[in-house]
């Protein structure tokens, strides 16, 4: 049997728990702060020495996608890497089996792992109302949100959604966005856990480096 160990986004560990239940998976699982995110450079130098510090595995399995380039120029120094071929964890558990995630133009994407995200758009918005007052904070909030019209909150299936609907509608109107609500799914992940690693992943054999190409 392979020796296979994941590496994963903690803001996926909802959505990554039930795909483990679902498959009855063993793999060992490293998990990595979601913090990491707002800079692809660092994001890069976290796994890459993530990579780095595993032993004697086969595969190691990433709950990524892309993530802003993110994942592009990590050497695969002990194993082969497996790699979701998707923009990032929103295309993953947006995307259905065969077809490629067309993103709504404009939306800021929520699921109950983002909400609760030490970097989420609520905890910056409390931040910033103790550090700069409430007219000031909802000014640099609408120069940070120009670009969107929509606030997604996104059902994966792997939590209560109706628990997190009210704080969604608090995010709503403290950014001036339309709330949607959409169902989403983790085929992808369960199909990480179980392959077959087809066209829908970047197989990256070790000794080798991910490259834009791969996704």
Known sequence: MLNNVVIACHTLSDELNLAYALTNCTYPVIWIDSEYHSDPNKLRKKLQETVD???????????????????????ASTANLIIPKTEDCISMVMSKPGEKYERVKETYFLTKGWIESSKSISKEFENALKKYGLKKTKMIFEIMLKNY???????????????????????????????????????FLIKLLKGPYDEDFCVVKKGEKVTVEHF
């Open 53 to 75: 510090s595993v032993k004697d595995a086969d595969n190691l399995l990433f709950a990524y996608g892309c993530c802003g380039n993110g994942l592009v120029g990590i050497h």
């Open 149 to 187: 019209k929509y606030l997604m909150l996104i059902d994966t299936g792997a939590y209560n959604v109706a628990e997190y609907i009210p704080k969604a509608e608090e995010i709503a109107r403290m950014t001036s966005l339309k709330l949607l609500l959409e169902k989403g799914d983790i085929w």
